[in-house]
Structure formats: C-alpha cells, structure tokens
Nanobody, 119 residues
Framework: QVQLVESGGGLVQAGGSLRLSCAAS????????MGWYRRAPGKQRELVAT???????DYVDSVKGRFTISRDNAKNTVYLQMNSLKPEDTAVYYC?????????????WGQGTQVTVSS
C-alpha cells in the first residue's frame, strides 16, 4: 500500500499561483502513473494531470499551458504547479498513485487539499 498526503492548497486570487505537493509513504520510482484529480462542488471528479514513471506528462485541455506536473523520485513527491489560476479551478485536489502489478491494477488516493480561487 501507498499512503499519499497532499499539501499546498489554499485561497488565492485569480491570476495567482499555488504549488501542490503529494508526499508518498514509499518510493514512487515503480509507481506507473502519478496523477492529480479534482472535484468541484456539484461536479464529477476530473483528471487534471498525470506523469508516468518515465516522465511523460498529460493534461486536461483546460489547464494546458497553466499547470505543470512534476515528480521528485528522491523525495517520493509529486508536484502540481498551478499558474494563472481561474475561479473555475476551485476544487478539492486529490493525488493518485496508479500501479500495475502482475496485470492487477491498484489505485491509492490522498485525502485531498482545497484550492479556492477568488475572482
């Protein structure tokens, strides 16, 4: 199992920046994909960004050019740098670790961190 702890959320004005961190309880080197999801009030959970063990990244269209996902394997931590924040980015952000072990898939989640962007 992997425990994930997010931090870095908060209240920021539109146009501002925040950096979210996701600290894992064990090495993330062998975790196939790390990702950030978000859930806004009244909406379904949305995939925001992912990064593979090889460093490949992917983003939902609405955050491309504004958000950057990265990983520091030495610190077992994944980051989400969020720039040019918009009110519609307001949500609870969750860290996810997706592992595939002998064709079995496992997903681990953090407790979430609130991001609020004021207009």
């Amino acid at each position: 199992q992997v425990q994930l702890v997010e931090s870095g959320g908060g209240l920021v004005q539109a146009g501002g920046s925040l950096r979210l961190s996701c600290a894992a309880s064990k090495s993330i080197v062998r975790i196939n994909t790390m990702g950030w999801y978000r859930r806004a009030p009244g909406k379904q959970r949305e995939l925001v960004a992912t990064i593979t063990s090889g460093g490949s990244t992917d983003y939902v269209d609405s955050v491309k050019g504004r958000f950057t996902i990265s990983r520091d394997n030495a610190k077992n931590t994944v980051y989400l740098q969020m720039n040019s924040l918009k009110p519609e980015d307001t949500a609870v952000y969750y860290c996810n670790a997706h592992m595939v072990i002998i064709s079995m898939q496992y997903d681990y989640w953090g407790q979430g961190t609130q991001v609020t962007v004021s207009s």
